[in-house]
T-cell receptor, first 118, second 113 residues
Framework: GAVVSQHPSWVICKSGTSVKIECRSL??????MFWYRQFPKQSLMLMAT?????????EQGVEKDKFLINHASLTLSTLTVTSAHPEDSSFYIC??????????????FGNGTRLTVT | AQSVTQPDIHITVSEGASLELRCNYS??????LFWYVQSPGQGLQLLLK??????LVQGIKGFEAEFKRSQSSFNLRKPSVHWSDAAEYFC???????????FGAGTTVTVRA
């Protein structure tokens, strides 16, 4: 079945540094990828929608200059947390959908990235 | 905008007993409804989804869900739980076509022996 690979699975970084998280669709072309953030014991909050070859669409309240999203190919989207601070520590999950434009195109989730900023 | 409420934060059930997880949604048009399961530190796995048609939907791992428009509900059920069903369960609703899902807060299921 289709697989979405997210890398790294966990990362610890120092405050002020930047961290890049990759989301790859391994056996299908993903026209759209979604980035979610999940706080402990809470639900997933959609951060942004990324379409291949165009700028990401950010949800209200999400700082686009802090969370840089690039979707340069049909199989790769990256989320870069710039100048990370401890409050950015969270679980980040990506999801990807195929090229069909309906809900019959399944949505596949990565296994998430645990970011800890010290 | 659509929203989802999962009234139960935590449910404990004995192995072999039945399980029902509640989900209520708010959306003005016909909703697209999903149930996902998440194991600790993992991503989400789709259990089942409802788009249209038969209101009783069968999913993987023996789960089923029933869409009740009159109650704005999409409750998840399993007749007999296994210890491996211990996980976090999320109900989600989407508007037509764009897959921007709104998730409920989740229900943690603990299975006791």
């Amino acid at each position: 079945g289709a697989v979405v690979s997210q890398h790294p699975s966990w990362v610890i970084c120092k405050s002020g540094t930047s961290v890049k998280i990759e989301c790859r669709s391994l056996d299908f072309q993903a026209t759209t990828m979604f980035w979610y953030r999940q706080f402990p014991k809470q639900s997933l909050m959609l951060m942004a929608t990324s379409n291949e070859g165009s700028k990401a669409t950010y949800e209200q309240g999400v700082e686009k200059d802090k969370f840089l999203i690039n979707h340069a190919s049909l199989t790769l989207s990256t989320l870069t947390v710039t100048s990370a601070h401890p409050e950015d520590s969270s679980f980040y999950i990506c999801s990807a959908r195929g090229t069909q434009s309906s809900y019959n195109s399944p949505l596949h989730f990565g296994n998430g990235t645990r970011l800890t900023v010290t | 905008a659509q929203s989802v409420t999962q009234p139960d934060i935590h449910i404990t059930v004995s192995e072999g007993a039945s399980l029902e997880l509640r989900c209520n949604y708010s959306y003005g048009a016909t909703p697209y409804l999903f149930w996902y399961v998440q194991s600790p530190g993992q991503g989400l796995q789709l259990l089942l989804k409802y788009f249209s048609g038969d209101t009783l939907v069968q999913g993987i791992k023996g789960f089923e869900a029933e869409f009740k428009r009159s109650q704005s509900s999409f409750n998840l059920r399993k007749p007999s739980v296994h210890w491996s069903d211990a996980a976090e369960y999320f109900c989600a609703v989407g508007a037509s076509g764009d897959y921007k899902l709104s998730f409920g807060a989740g229900t943690t299921v603990t299975v006791r022996a």
